[in-house]
T-cell receptor, first 115, second 115 residues
Framework: AQTVTQSQPEMSVQEAETVTLSCTYD???????LFWYKQPPSRQMILVIR??????QNATENRFSVNFQKAAKSFSLKISDSQLGDAAMYFC????????????FGDGTTLTVKP | DGGITQSPKYLFRKEGQNVTLSCEQN?????MYWYRQDPGQGLRLIYY???????QKGDIAEGYSVSREKKESFPLTVTSAQKNPTAFYLC??????????????FGSGTQLSVL
């Protein structure tokens, strides 16, 4: 069974600063995909960024980027130039080709942005 | 606008009662999912469906039932057998892909509480 671990229940960052959220996963699969989802106070989850495990290049989406360390099974999310609207709960998730596309989620990290 | 609609936003269940949560999508997605979210925890998969008239149990299916009579609809029934139903329920959909790299689109959720 695959597991996803987020070791930081809560993080805070000053507006305009950079913060990194940690995620580790455990799998014996060779083909898998990693995601970061954001759940704002409205509670509707949206995708932040996606990484294919076979790609060595780290994914980036504007102010959001990942540090994907395949050997270490680590997938951290870096938020640059933090904004008040970034305050939310962030979930790391994984899917596997042999798992019918089902996603396994970590327990989440609550990010607070201080003005 | 395309998206996923969940209703109701809040639902209260009396002991011994079955309740049904609605989930409708107009994204033309083949795959639909139900997740349960408890405070401080990640999402856990209840049921999922890849095609009409077919669905599979997820990790915590006991006490729940689903149907998939139409591509657009995937209702979840919380039965009286579910002894701890208080939680936030999220419905999601995605394009069905053998590569499991498709992101999930989420509804806005239903908060179920026991009276």
């Amino acid at each position: 069974a695959q597991t996803v671990t987020q070791s930081q229940p809560e993080m805070s960052v000053q507006e305009a600063e950079t913060v990194t959220l940690s995620c580790t996963y455990d799998t014996s699969e060779s083909d898998y995909y990693l995601f970061w989802y954001k759940q704002p106070p409205s509670r509707q989850m949206i995708l932040v960024i996606r990484q294919e495990a076979y790609k060595q290049q780290n994914a980036t989406e504007n102010r959001f980027s990942v540090n994907f360390q395949k050997a270490a099974k680590s997938f951290s999310l870096k938020i640059s130039d933090s904004q008040l609207g970034d305050a939310a709960m962030y979930f790391c998730a994984s899917t596997y080709n042999t798992n019918a596309g089902k996603s396994t989620f970590g327990d989440g990290t609550t990010l607070t942005v201080k003005p | 606008d395309g998206g996923i609609t969940q209703s109701p936003k809040y639902l209260f269940r009396k002991e011994g009662q079955n309740v049904t949560l609605s989930c409708e999508q107009n994204l033309n997605h083949d795959a639909m999912y139900w997740y349960r979210q408890d405070p401080g925890q990640g999402l856990r998969l209840i049921y999922y469906s890849q095609i009409v008239n077919d669905f599979q149990k997820g990790d915590i299916a006991e006490g729940y039932s689903v149907s998939r009579e139409k591509k657009e609809s995937f209702p979840l029934t919380v039965t009286s057998a579910q002894k701890n139903p208080t939680a936030f329920y999220l419905c999601a959909s995605s394009i069905w892909s053998l590569e499991a790299n498709e992101k999930l689109f989420f509804g806005s959720g239903t908060q179920l509480s026991v009276l």
